[in-house]
């Protein structure tokens, strides 16, 4: 419920809905490179590409609003911001308060060892591990649910000194995604996979044959 978002977040950061207004939030998962990103590159390679991940999110979405032809959709993608440039919805916390994967913050750590240093969180999927990413979320305006029940996001990294590891290799080193590896995963991106994504945006039409 788009309540649960906005009560644990300041009032600039709201979405103006209802509390009850039902709201999805969409991950992409390993696979989709192969299912998704690669098949849509290969039937619109013609048309003009800016961000081929973006713009595959953008094509799958406005396909799941088609299935809805009676009802009003909203979507807001990942990568929006507004004029004042804070992003159109913070989804590392969209995912936390539905239950989707958990995000660690410097707060779940009980003896900080980082002082004065910037620590942003990461989510963590209790499948996945970081090996997935939140790629928008879909709004229902017209669709109230007062009675839908909070799930708690799986908290798969419970102990301080997994945190701790946690928060250190995302803050600190991040490039090498070892923080992805925190727990057991039953699947990761492929090495292509991450070969695209570790590789600067320009340099990346190539790698997909455009």
């Not at 963590?124 to 090996?131: A, D, T």
Request: glycine content about 6%; hydrophobic content about 40%; charged content about 30%.
């Amino acid at each position: 419920k788009v309540g649960w978002y906005n009560a644990v977040l300041q009032p600039a950061f709201h979405l103006p809905y209802p509390d009850d207004t039902l709201a999805f939030v969409v991950l992409s998962t390993p696979s989709m490179f192969d299912k998704a990103l690669k098949p849509f590159v290969k039937k619109e390679w013609l048309k003009i590409i800016r961000d081929p991940v973006d713009q595959c999110v953008s094509h799958h979405l406005s396909r799941v609003k088609e299935k809805f032809p009676d009802q009003k959709v909203d979507v807001i993608f990942d990568y929006e911001i507004l004029p004042s440039r804070k992003p159109k919805f913070l989804a590392q916390t969209a995912a936390h308060v539905a239950g989707a994967a958990y995000y660690y913050q410097r707060k779940d750590v009980k003896l900080d060892p980082w002082g004065k240093k910037k620590i942003y969180g990461v989510c963590i999927h209790p499948k996945y591990g970081g090996w997935f990413a939140i790629r928008g979320v879909l709004l229902f305006p017209d669709i109230q649910v007062p009675f839908l029940k909070q799930s708690d996001p799986v908290d798969c990294v419970s102990t301080e000194e997994k945190r701790i590891e946690l928060l250190e290799q995302f803050n600190f080193h991040w490039r090498d995604g070892r923080y992805r590896d925190i727990i057991e995963v039953k699947e990761r991106y492929s090495e292509e996979q991450k070969a695209y994504f570790a590789t600067p945006p320009a340099g990346r039409f190539g790698l997909l044959g455009l």
